[in-house]
């Protein structure tokens, strides 16, 4: 066992290793995001994601999927093949390092045949929305992030003041307008998500292009010159007629559906019970007991409809950050109890 000060002395050494390597990387991401000549060079030894159209390239491995990372070398062969080598350059943005140090790029293969791709790729482009539930926890965010940025770029061809062409920098962390002078940087949307309790109950509501049974926290976009204490304040008002008391940050997440979002997570409590719908927004909300959360939290997929035709209650599934909201409440209710008895 440790004596106490070679514990330290252990945890010390091992948080500056793990401190370096994290600076290196972060350094390395920064030095290919400003500087072209770097980022050329280094895509010729990256990895690549590709998408066709937003869909992300997958593999099926049987009881998984992966979405593969192609070589350099193995991605100028096949698109040779179709005269477009110069896509590598034009199209790729850079999404990330590999734990191996090398540099990692997405790039949309749109503008090429899907079917012969596939062929080529031996893989299938699937929808990212319809296959997010199976990826791992570190591939998820990856091609979101991917996906979100190369719908940035999709979206963001022509200046909005001049209406002329913008120019991608190579790794995609911008796009210019030279003729009037500006810079474009890739955007995410401000959202708060929110999980409102009263006592021992916490409120979750539905939109009625919800699937159905699937109950979720309160959430909503920012708007311009808004807090973000503002924000979750207001929508709470504005979809349930609750005034906020207390606020507590959770976590964040980027959502990249249906586009880039950054979820900003947190517990609020209120004073009041009684809620007042805002029909416009939200089909029904209501207050749950720990008892129906914990057992909305056990479905790991979509439970089917009950025999008299109702849906069972469930919650989003772990990839969204509700999820999270949710489980620490659960969490934080039974350490009360336990507490209290
Ligand atoms: N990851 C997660 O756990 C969850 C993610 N979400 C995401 O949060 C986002 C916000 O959810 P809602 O409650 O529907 O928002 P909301 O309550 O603000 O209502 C949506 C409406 O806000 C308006 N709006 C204002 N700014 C907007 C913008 N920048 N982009 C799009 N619409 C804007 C539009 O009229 C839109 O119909 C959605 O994209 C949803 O996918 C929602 C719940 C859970
Ligand atoms: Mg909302």
New binding site residues.
């Given amino acids: 066992m440790l004596s106490g000060s070679s514990f330290i002395y252990t945890f010390r050494t091992l948080h500056t290793r793990l401190c370096s390597s994290y600076v290196k990387h972060a350094r390395f991401l920064f030095d290919l995001k400003e500087n072209d000549d770097a980022c050329r060079q280094e895509l010729q030894y990256g990895s690549f994601y590709l998408f066709h159209n937003l869909s992300p390239l997958f593999r099926n491995l049987g009881r998984s999927f992966c979405s593969p990372a192609v070589t350099t070398s193995d991605l100028k062969k096949i698109l040779a093949g179709y005269g477009k080598d110069e896509l590598i350059i034009e199209e790729s943005v850079l999404i990330g390092s590999s734990g191996l140090g090398r540099a990692e790029f997405a790039i949309d293969l749109g503008s090429l045949d899907k079917s012969n791709l596939e062929k080529d790729f031996s893989g299938k482009f699937t929808e990212l929305r319809k296959i997010a539930m199976q990826l791992t926890e570190n591939e998820l965010p990856l091609l979101a992030k991917a996906q979100s940025l190369l719908r940035w770029h999709a979206d963001h061809q022509y200046c909005s003041r001049t209406g002329k062409p913008t120019q991608k920098n190579v790794s995609g962390s911008k796009r210019t307008c030279h003729t009037g002078g500006l810079i474009y940087y890739p955007q995410m ?1 401000p ?1 708060v ?1 929110m999980l409102v309790s009263y006592k021992n109950r916490c409120l979750l509501a539905r ?1 009625n292009s919800y699937p159905a049974g699937m109950y ?6 920012c ?1 311009i010159g808004e807090t973000l204490e503002e924000t979750v304040r207001r ?1 709470v008002a504005e ?1 349930v007629g609750l005034d906020v008391e207390f606020l507590r940050y959770s976590a964040s ?1 980027h ?1 990249p ?3 880039s ?1 950054l ?1 900003v997570a947190c517990h609020a409590t209120v004073q009041q019970e009684e809620i007042s719908l805002n029909t416009a ?1 939200l089909e029904s909300a209501r207050w749950f007991t720990l008892g129906e959360l914990e057992k909305a939290l056990q479905w790991k997929q979509i439970p089917e409809k009950e025999k008299d035709g109702t849906a069972p209650i469930w919650v ?1 599934p772990k990839i ?4 999270h909201l949710i489980q620490e409440w659960v969490q934080e209710q039974k350490a009360n109890l336990q507490e209290d008895q």
Wanted: a negative charge; hydrophobic letters at 40%; glycine letters at 4%.
């Fill in positions: 949307s959202v998500i939109q979720t926290a309160l959430s909503g976009f708007d929508e979809e997440q959502w559906f249906p586009n979002s979820m927004e989003p969204a950050i509700a999820h």
